[in-house]
């Protein structure tokens, strides 16, 4: 036991010998190369004066050659003919400026005001096809419904879901699972 013990460190010390070193790699930090970056974020978004959004972040790196702002610790809050429609949290989000799409990743949850919850790893929300979809596992909930699936998309009012591995369970109208019309 004690050879193999001399043998190992000894090993690993002339690892630590080469000459070339540790490499940093050579991709720079999303933080490294932002235009902007922004504490305590907060802003609303307008459409023909309406405003669409709230957004609110911890802090956001604006890129504005891309169009893009990354933010972290996030929560959007959506509005439909001014009033609220629902909220999103996320660990973080990518808000595309030029279309208005947000890919959210981390613990990603979405409530609307009449208690229907969506929760995932990952969300795209598509501002130009009025869609929504996952490449990961989620589940939604509702007062007469509870559906889960291994990825989906589907509109925004997620009545029409197209789903993966579905399982579900209805109270009454609800769901309707593709392979079984």
Do not use: W
Request: hydrophobic share 40%.
């Amino acid at each position: 036991m004690r050879a193999l013990l001399v043998v190992v460190v000894a090993g690993v010390g002339a690892g630590a010998c080469a000459t070339d070193g540790i490499r940093p790699n050579a991709a720079t930090a999303p933080a490294d190369s932002a235009d902007q970056v922004m504490l305590k974020m907060s802003t609303d978004l307008f459409n023909e004066g309406a405003r669409q959004n709230h957004v609110v972040a911890e802090t956001a790196y604006v890129y504005q050659a891309a169009q893009k702002m990354d933010l972290r610790l996030l929560q959007v809050t959506f509005f439909e003919d001014g009033k609220q429609s629902s909220v999103l949290t996320a660990t973080r989000g990518i808000y595309t400026m030029t279309n208005g799409s947000l890919d959210a990743t981390g613990n990603v949850k979405v409530v609307s005001t009449d208690g229907r919850t969506l929760a995932t790893q990952h969300l795209i929300y598509d501002k130009v096809a009025l869609q929504i979809s996952s490449d990961s596992a989620f589940t939604y909930q509702s007062r007469t419904e509870r559906m889960t699936g291994s990825r989906f998309h589907s509109d925004l009012e997620f009545k029409y879901v197209v789903t993966d591995q579905p399982k579900g369970i209805q109270r009454s109208g609800g769901v309707i699972l593709e392979d079984k019309r």
